[in-house]
């Protein structure tokens, strides 16, 4: 008999927090093949998501202070991930645009986590994408109620 999965607070959250340490290992592996850090990959991501964002909009993602965003988009910079071009609504401000190389790496992160998400949906019956987007809306409005 198959077992129907963990139907206790204590075994969902013990599920829930092997996803959170597996995502973070793959995170790991990916932003150290790629050469970056887990905060540039991560920034990566939120670029190729939005097409161009601003260094306070990364900052703001990532929790960093704005100096310590400046020296991450600095290395991506040398290291032809991403360009700062100049922002046409701010002459003081920069937009971060992804390069071929940045691309590629995001490509690589979007693959490896498809393969695995496609593999998770097929063998649960294919309702992952409304149970994620449901856990994710949770989330949000959980992290909006922690101040109260």
Do not use: C, K
Request: no cysteine; charged share 25%; hydrophobic share 45%.
């Amino acid at each position: 008999m198959v077992s129907p999965g963990p139907d206790t607070d204590a075994e969902r959250l013990t599920a829930f927090d092997a996803v959170a340490r597996a995502n973070a290992v793959l995170v790991r592996q990916l932003s150290a093949r790629a050469g970056v850090h887990e905060n540039a990959l991560r920034a990566l991501v939120l670029i190729d998501d939005t097409g161009w964002s601003t260094p306070t909009e990364v900052a703001g993602y990532l929790g960093l202070t704005s100096g310590a965003v400046t020296n991450m988009i600095d290395r991506m910079t040398a290291a032809g991930l991403v360009e700062r071009v100049a922002n046409p609504d701010d002459r003081r401000g920069a937009l971060l645009r992804l390069l071929p190389a940045g691309d590629e790496v995001v490509r690589d992160h979007r693959r490896r986590f498809a393969a695995v998400l496609a593999a998770v949906d097929a063998a649960h019956g294919g309702d992952l994408a409304a149970v994620l987007t449901d856990l994710a809306t949770r989330l949000y409005e959980q992290a909006g109620d922690v101040d109260r």
